[in-house]
């Protein structure tokens, strides 16, 4: 324990037995040219305790121990005043001293106020009251906001008042990216200029947390339904400076909830639907029976005909249903385009042929294979519901007679995406229908549709985070144009069927 006694006057040592510190005491004496001086070499070897005798005629004593401590506040500075003195005393608590005694003082007091300090210096280096300690106990807390920072299970960013991320999560980071300085309106909604009605930028204008429900759409293109909390960051002065954001992913839930309401909508569409088809039915059977009784061969077929294509529309109408209301985990495979353009073909080319319709198609790849991750059953039906569909319109197409109709069934495989496209020349769609084609329960066909068809090959191609765009004329045909990634997102992995 190194013990420092500063006098700064000589010509006034007090009657104080050094000895008694175990020879670890200094003795220093200070003039006034020196008091002003910075800490000397002697100061530097940074003492554990100084004694320091204030003589009121000597001036800059009280700042002398304001440099001490302010250069080294691990010093124990003790003032000491002679009794006639008091006030200075108490000047010296301002000036940085932890303690004065009063002189004269005794040994045995002297000892006292040693030990005093003693104390205090043990609990600022035993009880985490030095600087180190300090230092120490902030990067533990640091590090552990920062840990819970990163494991919450949502995305959690920082915005200041320049829509600005200057903070994000890990799950932020592994949806979106790591985008420290950038706007977060392009970052979480992909747009070129501030969101019209932001909550954080409210936050940050009003003081107040805000509650939201939005849309953003991460950096491979999957979009997600959240809730939006915004908390605002004060500085020392209360300003505030920016704003927590907090969003909730509720896609599954919201998804449910619409499932939920589509199935009412359902149950009374497809009665109605089964009701009719079931009517059609018994009228075939009539057919069929009154046939056999009058040996006549022609009802028989008629009504056989009849039976037969309401039995096929209610097997259709009934897989529909199923695949809509079945929860289903996606099985994503590497495929061949070129093969699974074939095979699919291959299931609706016959019907196309029976009533005289010519099928092209073509493939194209601008890569060294023709490789794709794709869910094969559902996209294979999705893709089958497309031809159908154009078949059908060549169909119903009261067209001129003798006009030829034709379907096309293209593909093309580059770096990034697989275009599909298909188009035919039949009965097209007024502006109506092409608006609502992907509307659950929509049909344009009357007793024959159901309006599942193409919103569950909607939702399909949806769920390969694909698009659709679709272009029609009224009695001059449909192009429908499919565009998805050739490999499936990591985020878009074992996510369930969409409803």
């Known amino acids: 324990m190194k013990i420092q006694i500063i006098n700064f006057d000589k010509n006034a040592v007090p009657d104080i037995d050094q000895s008694r510190f175990y020879g670890q005491a200094r003795f220093i004496s200070m003039n006034e040219d020196q008091i002003r001086q910075p800490v000397t070499s002697d100061m530097d070897r940074l003492p554990d305790i100084s004694v320091v005798f204030i003589h009121t005629h000597i001036k800059g004593c009280l700042e002398k121990i304001a440099t001490i401590t302010k250069q080294h506040i691990q010093i124990e500075i003790i003032a000491a005043v002679d009794n006639e003195n008091l006030a200075t005393g108490v000047q010296a608590l301002k000036s940085g001293a932890s303690d004065f005694i009063i002189l004269p003082a005794t040994a ?29 106990r902030f990067a533990k807390s640091q590090q552990s906001y920062q840990q819970l920072f990163n494991e919450v299970p949502c995305f959690v960013f920082v915005q200041d008042r320049d829509y600005q991320i200057t903070e994000a999560n890990r799950k932020f980071e592994e949806y979106f990216g790591r985008h420290i300085g950038e706007y977060c309106f392009g970052i979480c909604k992909n747009r070129d200029e501030p969101c019209r009605k932001c909550p954080a930028q409210k936050t940050i204008k009003s003081g107040t947390n805000q509650v939201s429900e939005m849309e953003i759409i991460s950096s491979d293109g999957v979009k997600h339904v959240v809730i939006c909390w915004t908390a605002p960051i004060r500085d020392l002065t209360g300003q505030v400076t920016h704003t927590l954001v907090m969003l909730t992913d509720i896609t599954d839930a919201r998804r449910l909830e619409d499932h939920l309401t589509s199935l009412g909508f359902m149950i009374g569409s497809i009665s109605h639907g089964i009701k009719g088809l079931l009517t059609s039915m018994d009228g075939g059977i009539y057919l069929m029976n009154s046939g056999f009784k009058s040996e006549n061969p022609q009802k028989i077929q008629k009504g056989f005909r009849i039976t037969r294509e309401m039995s096929s529309r209610i097997k259709k109408l009934v897989l529909d ?37 010519t099928v092209s198609h073509k493939f194209e790849t601008l890569t060294l294979d023709d490789k794709i991750e794709v869910d094969r059953n559902s996209l294979q039906a999705a893709m089958i519901n497309f031809l159908e569909n154009a078949i059908e319109a060549c169909i119903d197409d009261p067209g001129p007679k003798g006009k030829q109709y034709t379907i ?92």
């Open 108 to 136: 045995t007091t002297f000892d006292l106020y040693i030990n005093r300090a003693l104390e205090r210096l043990y609990l600022h280096r035993h009880i985490c009251f030095n600087e180190d300690c300090y230092k120490s």
């Open 321 to 357: 249903i199923l695949y809509y209301t079945k929860t289903r985990t996606m099985e994503w495979e590497m495929v061949s385009c070129e093969a699974f353009m074939e095979e699919t073909l291959d299931l609706v080319i016959m019907k196309a042929k029976k009533y005289g319709i």
């Open 408 to 499: 096309g069934f293209f593909a093309r495989v580059d770096l990034e995406n697989i275009v599909f496209i298909i188009q035919d020349n039949g009965l097209g769609m007024d502006k109506t229908t092409l608006k609502n084609i992907f509307t659950i329960f929509f049909s344009s066909k009357g007793n024959k549709g159901t309006g599942l068809g193409l919103f569950i090959s909607n939702k399909v191609i949806q769920q390969h985070r694909g698009q659709i765009e679709v272009d029609s004329t009224k009695e001059r045909g449909s192009r429908f144009v499919i565009t998805i990634p050739r490999l499936v997102p990591p985020t878009a992995k074992n996510i369930k069927q969409i409803k």
